[in-house]
């Protein structure tokens, strides 16, 4: 597949007002990240509703060959449904920058196909080249703040 230069290590952090269809009880909601067509899920965090939180840590390796399959991160939030979950919407990002300054800590807005705005997901990402081991960074996010739904 070409040569690995790096990991990308993604944060999902949180996201905030995403829709929520179910009028009686809050949506159990996911968030998935795909990078050069490797897919990968936080766990669901049920009764998040609009304002759902992760933590969770996903890693991509970083290829050398550059393409917007290797550079543009697709993030998307989901509703996990009894049938089939249904997809809340869609941002990307790209990563180019933040493989040259090593991280990025920002809020990615979402959308459906028709431009619709559907909420914003905070990712903080940090690049690491190949050589040093690899360690979860500090957030910028005060402790106290960092968790908390709006």
């Known amino acids: 597949m070409g ?12 996201a905030r007002n995403l829709r929520d269809k179910h009028t009686f009880y809050k949506q159990d909601a996911y968030a998935q990240a795909t990078l050069n067509k490797e897919t990968k ?9 609009q304002h759902p939180v992760w933590d969770e840590e996903l890693r991509f390796p970083i290829m050398k060959r550059v393409s917007d399959e290797t550079r543009m991160l697709e993030v998307s939030c989901w509703s996990k449904e009894p049938r ?38 905070f ?4 690049y690491y080249a190949k050589t040093p081991p690899l360690q979860r960074r500090a957030s910028k996010w005060k402790p106290t703040e960092r968790l908390t739904r709006p």
């Not at 869609?90 to 459906?112: C, S």
């Not at 990712?123 to 940090?126: D, K, N, V, Y």
Request: proline letters at 2%.
């Open 41 to 49: 899920k936080t766990k669901v965090d049920v009764k998040g509703g």
């Open 123 to 126: 990712l903080e990402m940090t």
């Open 3 to 14: 040569e690995e230069i790096g990991t990308l290590v993604v944060v999902v952090l949180k």
């Open 84 to 121: 089939a979950d249904e997809c809340v919407g869609r941002g990307t990002v790209d990563i180019t920058e933040t493989l040259k300054t090593g991280e990025f800590d920002d809020w990615v807005p979402l959308k459906m196909e028709d431009g619709a705005y559907r909420g914003e997901v």
